[in-house]
Nanobody, 127 residues
Framework: QVQLAESGGGLVEAGESLTVSCAASGSTFSNYAMAWFRQTPGTDREFVAGISRSGTNTFYADAVQGRFTISRDNAKNTVYLEMNNLKVDDTAIYYC????????????????????WGQGTQVIVSV
């Protein structure tokens, strides 16, 4: 099974950009569709963005469409989330998620998350 480790979170000001990464190990990365979710205290994890195994297809939540970009490098076993024009409401712990069959969090997967999670990375956006 795949192990996931996020990195790159931090404190930024509103309007700035930040890229978080998720490194995979333990299994063939290109066999997994990937997604980013985020969570704030007292709420459920919400889907942010997803990407197919080849990287051909990407999916975004309405709240981040046009500001965030998900990408992957299968040679480096890494998925990225580039976040631009960050807003205070983007403050959350960001988790990467993997599924062997369908892009997690999308209509194709029935909005279900995959079986594998990382430990999360904190993103704080200040005014």
């Amino acid at each position: 099974q795949v192990q996931l480790a996020e990195s790159g979170g931090g404190l930024v000001e509103a309007g700035e950009s930040l890229t978080v990464s998720c490194a995979a190990s333990g299994s063939t990365f290109s066999n997994y569709a990937m997604a980013w979710f985020r969570q704030t205290p007292g709420t459920d994890r919400e889907f942010v963005a997803g990407i197919s195994r080849s990287g051909t297809n990407t999916f975004y939540a309405d709240a981040v469409q046009g500001r965030f970009t998900i990408s992957r490098d299968n040679a480096k076993n890494t998925v990225y989330l580039e976040m631009n024009n960050l807003k205070v409401d983007d403050t959350a712990i960001y988790y990467c998620n993997a599924d062997e069959w369908k892009v997690p969090g999308t209509a194709v997967s029935g909005r279900q998350s995959g079986d594998y999670w990382g430990q999360g990375t904190q993103v704080i956006v200040s005014v």
